[in-house]
Nanobody, 128 residues
Framework: LVYLVESGGGSVQPGGSLRLSCAASGDTSSSRCMGWFRQAPGKEREGVASIYLALGHTFYADSVKGRFTISQGDAKNTLYLQMNDLRPEDTAMYYC?????????????????????WGQGTQVTVSA
């Protein structure tokens, strides 16, 4: 079991930036793929970005490609999501997730059902 705690959310104006962090503890050696998801009120959960840890391969939803960057910290127990050029449609609760699934193709699909461990989320609000 991997325990995940997100931080770094907040309120920003359109065009602003935020960096989300996800601190992992527990059986972190079992993680093979980690991802960021978001869910806005009344909308389905959306996979935002994922990273296949062994190779460092990263994957992004089209809606955030070129604006968001997923990365792993040097200590390997922290996941980041750098979000630039934020837009009102990025407003959502953001969740960090982890899976022990060792399939980089499936990792890249960033589907919530493939991830077993989840954090509690951090709110991101983008408005003028």
């Amino acid at each position: 079991l991997v325990y995940l705690v997100e931080s770094g959310g907040g309120s920003v104006q359109p065009g602003g930036s935020l960096r989300l962090s996800c601190a992992a503890s527990g059986d972190t050696s079992s993680s093979r793929c980690m991802g960021w998801f978001r869910q806005a009120p009344g909308k389905e959960r959306e996979g935002v970005a994922s990273i296949y840890l062994a190779l460092g391969h990263t994957f992004y939803a089209d809606s955030v490609k070129g604006r968001f960057t997923i990365s792993q910290g040097d200590a390997k127990n922290t996941l980041y999501l750098q979000m630039n050029d934020l837009r009102p449609e990025d407003t959502a609760m953001y969740y960090c997730a982890s899976t022990s699934g060792n399939d980089w193709v499936r990792c890249g699909l960033t589907r919530g059902e493939d991830f077993g461990d989840w954090g509690q989320g951090t709110q991101v609000t983008v408005s003028a």
